[in-house]
């Protein structure tokens, strides 16, 4: 499968970003799909899923900030990130929630103070 992530870019702490994932075949129709992060130096965690059927969820850390959602017509799923935070930053990734695909290329998120 091919997975693209897009939208990040360099923003200043408070501000707002959202993210985009696309994927070739019906990859994101048939698997719970989520968003992952990655820090340099450290491994990738999971940031949010979203189910098949709709049932999402966020890691406490950005509760309240960051809602995931998918468009199914669009075959894109999204990562709304407001108030975002220094912490925040890291390369970020879509795919499988459960036996992840291989990796695309992710996109970079830079929140500065």
């Known amino acids: 499968v091919q997975l693209q992530a897009s939208g990040g870019g360099l923003v200043q702490a408070g501000g707002s970003l959202r993210l985009s994932c696309r994927a070739s075949?019906?990859?994101?129709?048939?698997?719970?799909m989520a968003w992952y992060r990655q820090i340099p130096g450290k491994q990738r965690d999971i940031v949010a899923i979203?189910?098949?059927?709709?049932?999402?969820n966020v890691a406490a850390p950005v509760r309240g900030r960051f809602t995931i959602s998918m468009d199914n017509a669009k075959h894109t799923m999204y990562l709304q990130m407001n108030s975002l935070k220094p912490e925040d930053t890291g390369v970020y990734y879509c795919?499988?929630?459960?036996?992840?695909?291989?990796w695309g290329r992710g996109t970079l998120v830079t929140v500065s103070s």
């Open positions: 795919n499988a929630a459960v036996r992840p695909d291989s």
């Open positions: 979203i189910t098949v059927e709709g049932t999402s």
């Open positions: 075949g019906r990859f994101l129709a048939i698997n719970d």
